[in-house]
């Protein structure tokens, strides 16, 4: 600890604490510009100056840390002048030209000028121009780098936390221009993080440009419903109208950071598209009804269908929040008496129960902040970079400056893979026999101590030999691997969802993660989901063989591909579908399709007429995520408010509001007022959220506790199947077909999530149609450059995309995102078959040399 | 006449080659040093009192000694060759002319302090100095002086050449390791010092090119030798770049502490027509100038740092009456504005502004208050910057307008020079 004197007020502060944080701590406010407490120490805007008695020269207070017996001045006259002269100087070459710019009513050099600049100034001369007109650098920035003041946070954040280094400085002195490559070479995450941390108007907001002053916008500080990552954002809307999305410095686990989807993914709120009110299929057309009556047709079909003991089934979306979810497997199995029930139908509904156990979700949540402080971090199962970015962005964060192993196993390239010390690309679906690898790299080197290593005969099938074929990855690599393992004391495995689209082997997780507990490591297991309240979802029980709190069940309820099947059948008479498009999901297009065209009542709740909805007999509309109240709990296990902002569109109602009332109208006990209240019911059902307090949650929300449900302890279910009783393999598995080369895998793209972000204009003008992506030896072989159109062929679809190439990816791997409604990439899938083989075919008759360059 | 050390060699015919260098005495330094404790070579440079010949005049002993002495730590000397300040030319001379010295010096200060590992980093526009370098250090491999296992000692060294691309910042030596690295030349913040954590993050030595050509001498004539010559508290020889208005400019080899009025009238002949001295910068264009009352100052670091100028690189630039000092001084300034990085406020800023006000003044569209302005834009920016590039732009301006401020004045009044026949 060290005592110093800050302006004659003595504090006592930790070793090494900044000047600047010192001061504040006393109560005095230092102005700085180019410092940021998350980003590397630059010390050049000279603002921060102080005056260490003693020192004859004034030291800038954001890197110098206190030293017991200091003394330090913030307010002497020579630092007031000294400051207000830097400020003059910043303001010199500045235009001025406030009554123009976005960023007036927040910005910071306004506010440092306003607070302590100086009054007037002698500068005369003309100011330095870079440019006339405003220069648009993708389609989310646009730049005036007249007004940039080079505190380079901008480069910074894009270069430390966001890993794209798309931005940089030209020129020297002060001709210096923070700016990017040319449009061509932009191959920027457009995240906006750069706006967000700019304090002028320099780098500016496209979508927002010119729409309102600070001061005029309302807000609400809520989460991001877009993925498991679970950001805290600020939306801001004038009149209604939603105008922009930012992030706070203080708030949730992203701070300032947000991703393309979170900052930009908003419009679809305002979508003139969203169907706002109740329809009924009427004489093969969908017709709008009011409330009443669509609940009476309900009530009447939910009759009919279910005669001749017909099933139900319901399918809710991981984007729900906990309290729909809740409620909906309430309504499901209170008043439908069925445990048909599943949320997302992407997956094996087995392997979701596996894969919840080995896990230990009902061990309770973990902070990222503690996952990430291991010796050795391994991600397995995702695609993070693209499908969880600011998970992505905090590993590279705090990873920056720390001695961790990061490895990266995975099917495709990641823009993570440059903070990794070790990227395996191995073949889809080999992610249990990769952690089984490993798992007996380090059970042969520790045979004595893992004598009693349970699951340890599962690893006698793989070997030195079968690991190339399993999963196209060497034994040395599998090796280095285990050396990082064995080397640390603390290890996380982050599994991402992926493992749950081609499982196989889950319980080697199990195995891994004892074995490396049996031989003293920490071990932490950290799930990464695709979907905001995926992790919520399995909580409330929206599984047919999970109760709320994790309480497993071997049980005859179906999940999604059960219930699929089942209406393939005709067996089906009622399937209630909330937020969830399983036409374009399930990995059978086709015979989803025709499934459903069996259900006698297909009840669609959602915000658009989904695929999906465009087939129901009763659609019903819910509200967006700004205007209902609710919680989600992330993948780590946060449970985080969501707050109502706006008034639901039309007669669109919140969802939890729209399965009280189904609910209520067939049993009239099944009545509730509020989310608060559903909440309270929650924390009886679910010991893990006993200790959560509704109206108490704040940005950071709180983190869900151990279960210990039913006397079972937390963590795995002992006598449990740690392995799903089917595992789908992939196609290719079986014999490679020369005819069709490629596997094709499937996932989000950094711009899309799900089907909702397309119906948002700005994600749209980044990516406006599917590509697919594909290893750039592979596209080499075949003479493909990036942006060429290709045909990719299966033996039941094919598609016309455009190419993008991932040097870093597998090869015999082609990557199509499931977002877009014009490439229904579930149509290439046959169910039960795992991941289909496809060929692709340049559409280009040019030959290569003919080509102009990629 | 004073016996020049470290240019002894330079008009030798083939000065640059291994041969000639081994033919007098060359390497005989290093060999004495390979068999020496490394403690006593580093207290040996201690004793010289040799201080930093790139300006800022710093212990070379007690900057090899912050070395951390743990051998599994990499380390590295850099040797800083970026010779840019205006008037200066004395590394040059030695690169291209006796570039073993060089080698050898660094040969002594690596095994000193451990290094592997050095980097010679060059001004670019040294294209014959980098190849002479390159030559050079291919020689002294093929004759075992560097490489593995050097003479046998287990010591093992490379000397790699990197040249620049052209900024002076880079000869800001934490900029130069940004350079070195392959970022943009900006300068680091300091602490930790490269000392702990310089190039590649490892502890790092980088010093320039004349102080490490002194080291060979000491370690073979001894610390007491060097002391002798010179101040006691800034000893050893000195290249002086004398250039100008003077009869014979050029770099004169001479004791620390020569007065400056004999550098000029003795060895550079003195002013050119007989005309009277008007001012002259005593070390490089960041020192500010001293006039005529000044010349009996000894040229050593801590005498011209009394009289509020510096020793800097040694370049003399002498001005004789007809010179217009507003003219000079934006010449001066025009320099430091084209080069500042651009890193920190004051600099890219304050001169930027000042480099504005003084082009009006120089041209005669000075307004009154100028003089004041130019003043207050120096205060602004004087000790205020990230790293001394900016204070030795305003010292210079500074400097420029405390002894001539009524020459600043006749340019605003009267809108032309006060000197007949400036500019010639």
Known sequence: MATVKINGKEITVEDGTLILEAAKGAGFDIPTMCYHARLSKLASCRVCLVEIVGQKKLQPSCVTPVMHGMEVLTESPVVKSARSSMIELLLANHPLDCPVCDKGGECELQDVTFKFGPRNSPFGERKRRFHEEDYILSPVIIQNINRCIQCKRCVRICDEVVGASVLGSIERGAKTGETSFVKEYLDCDHCGNCIEVCPVGSLMSRPYRYQSRPWDLKGVDTVCTYCGTGCQLTVQARNGEILRVISKPDKGINNETLCARGRFGYSFINSHERFVTPMIRKGGTLEPVPWNEALKAIKDGLTEAMKDGRKTGGIASGRLSNEELYLFQKLMRGVFKTNNIDSGSRWNTGAVKSFANVMELNKGGISVYDALNADTLFIIGSSISDENPITDYLIRRLSRNKKMNIIIASPRGLKLDSSATLSLRHRPAAEGDILGGIAKVIYDKNMDKLKDLTGKEHLKNISRENIPDLTWTDWSSIESVSGFMLSANSITIAVGNDVLRGPSRIESMHILAEALRLLGKDVKLFPVFDRANQRGAWEMGVHPDILPGYSFRDGDGLGSEGIIDAASRGEVGALYVVGEDIVSDFPDGGFVREALRQVKFLIVQDIFLTETAKMAHVVLPGASFVEKDGTFTNQEGRVQRLRKFIEPQGDAKADWEIIASIGEAVEPSFHYGSVSDIFKEIKGAVPMYRGIDFEGLDGNGAIVKGSGIGGQGAGVVAGFSLRPKSEVRSQEQETPDPEYPFILITGNHLYHSGRLSLKADTLRDILPEAVVEMNEEDAKAMGVSKGDKVKVKGDRYEATLTAHINKRSVRGVVFIPENFTDVPVNMFFTKGKGFPRVKVLPLSSLSPQGRGPG | ?424
């Not at chain 2, 005309?275 to 801590?302: C, H, N, Q």
Request: some cysteine; hydrophobic content about 40%.
């Open chain 2, 1 to 424: 006449m004073f016996e020049p050390i470290i240019l002894k060699n330079i008009n030798v015919p083939d000065s640059f080659k291994i041969e000639t260098y081994l033919n007098n005495g060359g390497y005989q330094a290093f060999k004495k040093a390979l068999k020496l404790n490394t403690d006593t070579i580093i207290q040996m440079v201690k004793d010289s009192g040799l201080r930093g010949r790139g300006g800022a005049g710093f212990s070379t002993g007690l900057k090899w000694s912050f070395i951390p002495k743990d051998p599994t730590i990499p380390k590295y000397l850099c040797c800083n060759a970026d010779e840019g300040e205006p008037g200066t030319y004395k590394d040059r001379a030695i690169i291209e002319k006796d570039p073993h010295q060089l080698i050898e010096g660094m040969a002594i200060a690596c095994y000193a302090i451990g290094a592997a590992n050095a980097y010679i980093y060059i001004r670019g526009e040294f294209a014959l100095g980098a190849d002479r370098l390159e030559d050079a250090i291919r020689e002294a491999y093929s004759k075992g002086y560097l490489g593995k296992n050097i003479l046998g000692s287990n010591f093992s060294l490379n000397i790699y050449v990197h040249r620049g691309a052209g900024a002076y910042i880079c000869g800001e030596e934490t900029a130069l390791l940004e350079s070195l690295e392959g970022r943009r030349a900006l300068p680091r913040i300091k602490p930790p010092f490269p000392a702990q954590v310089g190039l590649f993050g490892k502890p790092t030595v980088i010093n320039n090119v004349e102080t490490l050509a002194c080291v060979p001498h000491i370690i073979n004539r001894g610390a007491s030798w060097f002391a002798s010559i010179g101040p006691a508290k800034s000893p050893g020889p000195k290249l002086f770049g004398v250039s100008g208005h003077v009869n014979k400019p050029g770099l004169y080899e001479l004791p620390m502490g020569t007065p400056l009025r004999e550098i000029i009238y003795t060895y550079a002949g003195g002013i050119k027509g007989d005309r009277r001295l008007k001012a002259v910068i005593p070390g490089g264009v960041s020192a500010p100038m001293l006039i005529e009352k000044d010349l009996d100052t000894p040229m050593d670091f801590d005498s011209l740092a009394a009289k509020g100028t510096m020793l800097g690189s040694g370049a003399v630039v002498v001005m004789d009456e007809r010179t217009c000092i507003v003219k000079a001084a934006l010449i001066i300034h025009e320099f430091f504005h084209h080069e500042s990085c651009g890193k920190c406020t004051p600099c890219r800023e304050g001169l930027d502004w000042i480099v504005k006000v003084m082009r009006r003044v120089e041209h005669g569209e000075g307004k009154e208050g100028d003089i004041d302005l130019l003043l207050k834009l120096c205060g602004d920016v004087f000790g205020r910057t990230f790293c001394p590039l900016g204070d030795g732009a305003v010292m210079a301006l500074r400097g420029a307008i405390n002894n001539f401020k009524e020459e600043f004045e006749y340019h605003v009044k009267n809108k032309r020079c006060m000197v007949n026949g400036a500019g010639r």
